[in-house]
Each structure stands twice: as C-alpha cells, then as structure tokens.
T-cell receptor, first 109, second 115 residues
C-alpha cells in the first residue's frame, strides 16, 4: 500500500473553502485515491474517489495532478457540521482499507 | 435503506471475561469487514468475510479473537478472554460485490472497555 502523508490538523471558518493535500509519492499505476470522513462517535464515511485529474460530487472535489504523487480534497463553503477527521487512502480494489492518522478539520463560527 | 448496525454501542467488562460484538451489514452485501482502533492508534483492518467465508483474517491480533458469519448475514466477533489492550472501538463495514472495494459502508462502532 502506498504510504500517505497529510496535515494533522486544519482550522477554518464557516463559509470558507478547505483544501487538504495528501502526499503519496509511491503511488502505483493501478492505485486509486480515496477520501473518507469521520465524525465523532461514528464510523468512517466514503466521500470521494478518483484516479486522475478532477472528480466532483455533491460533497467535495478531488484534484489529482498529472504525476499523481499528491491529491487535494476540496470542501467548498464549509459549515460547522463539516468538523471531522478526513482520511486519504491509496490503493486498488483494496479491501484492506488502511487508515492513517487523518486530518482533523475544525470549523469555527 | 438501513445502514450497517452494530451492537452493543458500548461494552465495559473485566479482564478475563468474554465479550461478543455483533454486526448487521447492509442487506445484500456479501462483503463484511471488521476493523478496530485501539487507544491512540489508527484504524486497523482485522478481517474480511465474503458471505460466510473468511477471505482474509491476517489482521486478527491473536487467537483470543474469533469472528463468525454463519449464514452469510450478520457477523459476531468474540473476544475470549479479554485483555486490557483489547480496549478500543471496533468497527464493522460492508460492501456489495462489484461496488468497488474502496467504498465501504461503516457502522457506528462498538466501544469496548476492558478494566
């Protein structure tokens, strides 16, 4: 599994855009990049997955540069309810999801 | 549609006792996974079922842990005898075949405290 590195924590305010960058220098050709979100006292929840360029859904956008050695999860106009831990995972059809420490995002009023 | 459910939500037991955790996956999901987070550590994979068969139990810490999924529906994870280091949150997840293994649906977890 490709090792990932992401910031331990980020602070933001309501209405701002939050961008979390994940480094995965050893990503393999067949690996996908997946992001999960975890609220306190809940299990992780799948947010978005991509292979290259840009993916967008109703929750977030995922930007992946051509070399795929990093990716950025973008949360538009965050609210207090977006306060959570965000995990970047890299793998291919990897039933053994490997969670790192994640990034704790705190949104303030 | 109901999500993944886990029971109990919390369990407090004495060292040496036995505890059984239950997971009900989303109906129709053949794949069921167990993970756990022990204090201060990251979420780690324990094992993977496809229907009633264990596909991979490489993450099970030792033989005090026994997982079953009789009939391919709900699963149980038994810890016998429990030790202090078993304290943590145990998560169950499920996914349907072909959905993409990277998208798993997690339950809320069972918080186990061993005193």
């Amino acid at each position: 599994l490709a090792k990932t590195t992401q910031p331990i924590s980020m602070d933001s305010y309501e209405g701002q855009e939050v961008n979390i960058t994940c480094s995965h220098n050893n990503i393999a050709t067949n690996d996908y990049i997946t992001w999960y979100q975890q609220f306190p006292s809940q299990g992780p929840r799948f947010i978005i997955q991509g292979y290259k360029t840009k993916v967008t859904n109703e929750v977030a956008s995922l930007f992946i540069p051509a070399d795929r050695k990093s990716s950025t999860l973008s949360l538009p106009r965050v609210s207090l309810s977006d306060t959570a831990v965000y995990y970047c995972l890299v793998g291919v059809n990897d039933y053994k999801l490997s969670f790192g420490a994640g990034t704790t995002v705190t949104v303030r009023a | 549609e109901a999500g993944v459910t886990q029971f109990p939500s919390h369990s407090v037991i004495e060292k040496g006792q036995t505890v059984t955790l239950r997971c009900d996956p989303i109906s129709g999901h053949d794949n069921l996974y167990w993970y756990r987070r022990v204090m201060g550590k990251e979420i780690k994979f324990l094992l993977h079922f496809v229907k009633e068969s264990k596909q991979d139990e490489s993450g099970m810490p030792n033989n005090r842990f026994l997982a079953e999924r009789t009939g391919g529906t709900y699963s149980t994870l038994k810890v016998q005898p429990a030790e202090l280091e078993d304290s943590g949150v145990y998560f169950c997840a499920s996914t349907a075949r072909g959905l993409g293994y990277n998208e798993q649906f997690f339950g809320p977890g069972t918080r186990l405290t061993v005193l």
